[in-house]
């Protein structure tokens, strides 16, 4: 490496990404007075959970519902927790929680809302032996949350067996927890299905009231107040070091700025490639788990179609195949969001529905402009295809559609291959084989937009502020 | 600084990273975590907000000397009375 750049800046921490992850370590720094700066190589911050404006409507991508709903106000809540660790009041977030939501598979649904009784009631009606099992699992759940869910890796399928006799019902249960975090094909680890089941069963979800962009004009606004610097549309080509540390990156313009450490949020795989001298330390298996997801304008509210759910996870057939398609797209299974249909404080003008399947990378990043093109528009017909199948059918209603697939995700993201979820094995504590260099965000393992911000506030707290 | 000063500062703490705690009748004598709703890491947001704000170090093996309000106090009074 030659030492030809002349480094006119020197921050104490560079995060690579204005991601949840990235912004909420980037407030924690920034509060205790360490000279941070964010490098977001989109012009918009929130990464994978961001909005834009096609087509005269704001858009969100990304998040369908928050997780972690703290209904009961606890201040021992993750969420509430986490709001402290940021400064940022819990009520600020306008969080709203689902009226209520749905697992479909053939011949049974189950549905449920944030209070866990009522999915309790579902399945003593559909599985009438499996209730005391159930309960015994969200007993066992709720004694690992007290432990933060550290367990050793294991199997999530077999630690659900323990409790969930009737696979029919396991598959239904793990199906929502899969599609809303997990990197791995057809298992899910031990303690991420404990750690899914309870953001997402027993504390339950919500949207906010103005969408995800309120949130990240609320963390935005939070970090820049306590000192920190963003630059957007900036990119980090090359993670410098010396004598074994970082000691700068060289941006995309071929500068040089020089700091103490580096956040990325890029991807375990993506970070080491960029940094070039400790690629050969680890092997790291990519992930391969990436979602084409719809984008539907209605010209009524889908109550007024008698589509009444927040959220529905569908399956067509009797097992649930979680894994990357040999087809672009799986329409055997999705999820299907109605932004509208959460209970907000102020009415809502969303006349929208969001439909997410799993989808092949490979097949949308190769494919050429024309084939993608054409693609997108035979996949959205057999998506309703198959969705009209399991509620009604609101094909006639749509005014405007959009798609987002693998490709796209890969652009904004720059995670390769378009991944969601990053990579199937996680580092949990951010370390890499460079002692100031640290992972955060998506690999982490710590899913959804409250997992990516705790995730960040953790590895900041540990290794950079204590 | 005085003790009274001190004592506002640390409150002046405390409201920032829990603001929705009421403050007004703490009793100096017992612990503060039987009476207000901190955990481990609002306790560490304290101890690094003491260094954010008056530069006061507070190693690790003295965090048992901030249980009480009146303990906090004697023991950062050596540490804040000259500023």
Same mark, same amino acid.
């Given at each position: 490496?030659?030492?030809?750049?002349?480094?006119?800046?020197?921050? %104490?921490? $560079? @995060?690579?990404?204005?991601?949840?992850?990235? /912004?909420?370590?980037?407030?924690?720094?920034?509060? !205790?007075? *360490?000279?941070?700066?964010?490098?977001?190589?989109?012009?918009?911050?929130?990464?994978?959970?961001s909005f834009y404006r096609a087509g005269g409507y704001d858009l969100d991508v990304g998040?369908?519902?928050?997780?972690?709903?703290?209904?009961?106000?606890?201040?021992?809540?993750?969420?509430?927790?986490?709001?402290?660790?940021?400064?940022?009041?819990?009520?600020?977030?306008?969080?709203?929680?689902?009226?209520?939501?749905?697992?479909?598979?053939?011949?049974?649904?189950?549905?449920?809302?944030?209070?866990?009784?009522?999915?309790?009631?579902?399945?003593?009606?559909?599985?009438?032996?499996?209730?005391?099992?159930?309960?015994?699992?969200? %007993?066992? $759940? @709720?004694?690992?949350?007290?432990?933060?869910? /550290?367990?050793?890796?294991?199997?999530?399928?077999? !630690?659900? *067996?323990?409790?969930?006799?009737?696979?029919?019902?396991?598959?239904?249960?793990?199906?929502?927890?899969?599609?809303?975090?997990?990197?791995?094909?057809?298992?899910?680890?031990?303690?991420?299905?404990?750690?899914?089941?309870?953001?997402?069963?027993?504390?339950?979800?919500?949207?906010?009231?103005?969408?995800?962009?309120?949130?990240?004009?609320?963390?935005?606004?939070?970090?820049?107040?306590?000192?920190?610097?963003?630059?957007?549309?900036?990119?980090?080509?090359?993670?410098?070091?010396?004598?074994?540390?970082?000691?700068?990156?060289?941006?995309?313009?071929?500068?040089?700025?020089?700091?103490?450490?580096?956040?990325?949020?890029?991807? $375990?795989?993506?970070?080491?490639?960029?940094?070039?001298?400790?690629?050969?330390?680890?092997?790291?298996?990519?992930?391969?788990?990436?979602?084409a997801e719809s984008i539907y304008i209605l010209?009524?509210?889908?109550?007024?179609?008698?589509?009444?759910?927040?959220?529905?996870?569908?399956?067509?057939?009797?097992?649930?195949?979680?894994?990357?398609?040999?087809?672009?797209?799986?329409?055997?299974?999705?999820?299907?969001?109605?932004p509208?249909?959460?209970?907000?404080?102020?009415?809502?003008?969303?006349e929208e529905i969001r439909v997410t399947?799993?989808?092949?990378?490979?097949?949308?990043?190769?494919?050429?402009?024309?084939?993608y093109t054409?693609s997108k528009m035979?996949w959205h017909?057999?998506s309703l295809?198959?969705?009209?199948?399991?509620?009604?059918?609101?094909?006639?209603?749509i005014v405007y559609r959009d798609m987002f697939t693998?490709k796209t995700i890969?652009r904004f993201?720059?995670?390769?291959?378009?991944?969601?979820?990053?990579?199937?094995?996680?580092?949990?504590?951010?370390?890499?084989?460079?002692?100031?260099?640290?992972?955060?965000?998506?690999?982490?393992?710590?899913?959804?937009?409250?997992?990516?911000?705790?995730?960040?506030?953790?590895?900041?707290?540990?290794?950079?502020?204590? | 600084?005085?003790?009274?000063?001190?004592?506002?500062?640390?409150?002046?703490?405390?409201?920032?990273?829990?603001?929705?705690?009421?403050?007004?009748?703490?009793?100096?004598?017992?612990?503060?975590?039987?009476?207000?709703?901190?955990?481990?890491?609002?306790?560490?947001?304290?101890?690094?907000?003491?260094?954010?704000?008056?530069?006061?170090?507070?190693?690790?093996?003295?965090?048992?000397?901030?249980?009480?309000?009146?303990?906090?106090?004697?023991?950062?009074?050596?540490?804040?009375?000259?500023?």
């Amino acid at each position: 490496m030659s030492s030809n750049w002349c480094a006119l800046l020197k921050y %104490d921490v $560079i @995060i690579i990404g204005a991601g949840l992850s990235g /912004l909420a370590a980037g407030i924690r720094l920034a509060h !205790f007075g *360490k000279k941070t700066l964010i490098m977001e190589r989109h012009y918009r911050v929130g990464g994978l959970n961001s909005f834009y404006r096609a087509g005269g409507y704001d858009l969100d991508v990304g998040l369908h519902a928050v997780t972690n709903f703290n209904s009961k106000g606890l201040k021992s809540a993750p969420l509430s927790r986490l709001m402290r660790r940021l400064r940022i009041k819990e009520d600020d977030l306008e969080l709203c929680p689902q009226k209520e939501s749905r697992i479909t598979f053939p011949n049974v649904s189950l549905n449920f809302n944030n209070d866990i009784r009522f999915l309790t009631q579902q399945i003593e009606e559909s599985f009438p032996d499996q209730r005391d099992g159930f309960i015994r699992l969200i %007993d066992n $759940i @709720i004694r690992m949350s007290k432990d933060g869910f /550290l367990q050793k890796a294991d199997s999530g399928r077999k !630690f659900l *067996k323990r409790f969930i006799t009737d696979p029919y019902l396991l598959e239904m249960i793990i199906c929502p927890l899969m599609f809303y975090g997990n990197a791995r094909e057809h298992d899910m680890d031990h303690d991420f299905v404990a750690l899914m089941f309870f953001s997402l069963f027993i504390e339950g979800l919500s949207r906010p009231q103005k969408g995800i962009r309120a949130i990240l004009d609320l963390l935005l606004k939070r970090y820049e107040d306590s000192g920190g610097e963003l630059q957007t549309q900036s990119e980090v080509v090359k993670i410098k070091l010396k004598d074994g540390s970082v000691s700068g990156v060289i941006t995309g313009s071929d500068e040089l700025i020089e700091c103490d450490a580096v956040l990325s949020s890029a991807g $375990i795989d993506e970070t080491y490639n960029i940094c070039r001298e400790v690629g050969n330390n680890k092997l790291i298996t990519p992930g391969v788990m990436s979602f084409a997801e719809s984008i539907y304008i209605l010209d009524k509210k889908p109550l007024e179609l008698s589509i009444d759910h927040s959220i529905i996870f569908y399956n067509r057939s009797t097992t649930f195949k979680y894994q990357k398609p040999l087809e672009p797209i799986n329409v055997d299974s999705g999820v299907i969001c109605m932004p509208g249909n959460f209970t907000y404080n102020e009415p809502q003008t969303k006349e929208e529905i969001r439909v997410t399947h799993i989808a092949n990378p490979n097949y949308w990043i190769d494919a050429d402009q024309g084939e993608y093109t054409n693609s997108k528009m035979l996949w959205h017909d057999r998506s309703l295809d198959a969705v009209s199948e399991i509620m009604p059918s609101f094909r006639e209603n749509i005014v405007y559609r959009d798609m987002f697939t693998p490709k796209t995700i890969k652009r904004f993201t720059g995670h390769t291959s378009g991944v969601v979820y990053g990579a199937p094995d996680k580092i949990r504590d951010g370390m890499t084989s460079v002692n100031n260099l640290y992972i955060i965000g998506t690999d982490q393992g710590f899913v959804g937009i409250v997992g990516a911000m705790i995730g960040g506030v953790e590895v900041v707290n540990r290794q950079l502020l204590v | 600084m005085t003790r009274e000063s001190i004592k506002a500062a640390i409150i002046e703490i405390i409201n920032e990273i829990v603001p929705d705690e009421d403050l007004s009748d703490l009793d100096h004598q017992k612990p503060l975590r039987d009476q207000i709703d901190l955990d481990s890491m609002d306790f560490l947001d304290i101890v690094m907000e003491l260094r954010k704000k008056y530069r006061i170090e507070v190693p690790e093996e003295d965090y048992d000397e901030l249980s009480t309000m009146n303990s906090t106090i004697d023991y950062l009074l050596p540490k804040m009375e000259s500023l």
